[in-house]
C-alpha cells in the first residue's frame, strides 16, 4: 500500500507531517518513508540521519557515430526539446542541458549504430536505515540539473523494492509532473495546507490533482489559528474532501524541527494529533 503526504504550497510544513506521520504508523505497519522532493529533500534532517548507500541516477544521452551518420536530420526533426540541431550539411549537434532522454532520435535514426547509447548523472539516491524502526529512501538532484523525473523515479522504484508493507511518499511542493508521479500508486493523499491566500490557492491545485487522479484526499490544517480557517473548509467540501487534522502554530514544533526532534516522541498535546491520524490512517487501510 501506498499513502503521500503533499501540498501544492512549499514551507506549509509537509516534511513535517510525513516525518512525525511514519513514525506514529510504524506502530501499525512496516513501513519505509520515501523523500521525494528531489531538489529540496530534508526528511533525513529531521530524522537526524546521515544519508547512507549512495547509487548514482543515469539519464540516457545520445551520442554520434559520425562515421554511419547519413545527415538525413530526422532526428532533429524528431526532437520535441530541440536538444539536436544541424548544421547547413545536415551533421547533428546535441545541446545536453536540453535533452529530456526521451530516445525519441534513436528510435527514428534509420541507421543501425548511428546514435550510440550515452548517459549523463542527474543525481543519487540513498537507502538510510533510521533509529525509529523504518528505512528512508532519499532522492537527491545533482545541483544545477532542471529535470528532476529520472531521480524521483529511481528513488520510487528503490522504495518499492523494499516490500514493504506500507511506502509513505513526501512529495515535493506543487503540482509538476514529478508530484504526479510521486503520487501515482497511492491510495490516500494526505494534503497539508495553511490558511493563507497562496496556501489557499495551491491547496485548490493539488485537490484537484487529486480528483483527476483518482486518490481520496484527506487535509491537514498547519497553522490553523493564523488565517482563514472558513476558506479553506470551503474548498475542501468542492472537493469533497475531509479536514483530519488541525495543528496550531505551536513553538514546540518550532523547537523539535530545529533540534532534529521529532514532535511525535514527545508528551505534548501537539504529539497526541500525530498519533490520532495515524490511528485514523490505520483503520482506513484496514
Known amino acids: 500500500m501506498q499513502i503521500a503526504v503533499s501540498g501544492g504550497k512549499g514551507g506549509t510544513g509537509k516534511s513535517t507531517v510525513a ?3 511514519a513514525i506514529a504508523l510504524r506502530e501499525y505497519f512496516d513501513l519505509a518513508l520515501a523523500d521525494l522532493d528531489v531538489e529540496a529533500p530534508n526528511d533525513h534532517i529531521l530524522l537526524r540521519v546521515e544519508l547512507q548507500n549512495e547509487e548514482p541516477v543515469h539519464m540516457f544521452m545520445p551520442r554520434f557515430d559520425y562515421s554511419k551518420c547519413t545527415k538525413c536530420r530526422k532526428c532533429a526533426e524528431v526532437c520535441e526539446e530541440n ?6 550539411d545536415g551533421t547533428p549537434f ?5 535533452c529530456s532522454g526521451c530516445r525519441a532520435c534513436e528510435i527514428v535514426c534509420p541507421v543501425t549504430g548511428a546514435i550510440l547509447e ?7 539516491t540513498y537507502l538510510t ?3 525509529y524502526g523504518f528505512p528512508l529512501v532519499t532522492g537527491k538532484l545533482l545541483e544545477g540539473e532542471e529535470r528532476a523525473m529520472p531521480v524521483v523515479t529511481a528513488a520510487k522504484r528503490r522504495a518499492k523494492t523494499l516490500n514493504k508493507e506500507l511506502l509513505l511518499v513526501d512529495t515535493a511542493a506543487g503540482t509538476s509532473n514529478t508530484v504526479s508521479k510521486a503520487l501515482e500508486d497511492s491510495k490516500l493523499l494526505i494534503a497539508v495546507t495553511e490558511p493563507t491566500p497562496l496556501g489557499l490557492h495551491d491547496l485548490t491545485l493539488i485537490l484537484e490533482l487529486a480528483k483527476l487522479m483518482g486518490i481520496e484526499a484527506w487535509v491537514v490544517v498547519n497553522r490553523a489559528d493564523i488565517g482563514e480557517k472558513q476558506r479553506v473548509k470551503e474548498i475542501v467540501e468542492r472537493y469533497n474532501a475531509e479536514i483530519v487534522g488541525e495543528i496550531p502554530y505551536s513553538e514546540a514544533i ?3 524541527y530545529v533540534k532534529g526532534e521529532p514532535i511525535v516522541l514527545t508528551d505534548s498535546k501537539e504529539a ?4 490520532n491520524r495515524a ?3 490505520a483503520n482506513y487501510l484496514g
Open 129 to 131: 536505515e533510521t533509529p
Open 94 to 98: 546535441l545541446m545536453p542541458t536540453l
Open 118 to 124: 550515452g548517459e549523463k548523472l542527474m543525481g543519487h
Open 83 to 88: 536538444a539536436i540541431i544541424t548544421m547547413k
Open 19 to 21: 516525518v512525525n506521520l
Open 254 to 256: 518550532i523547537r523539535s
Open 279 to 281: 490511528k485514523k490512517i
Open 272 to 275: 497526541g494529533i500525530f498519533r
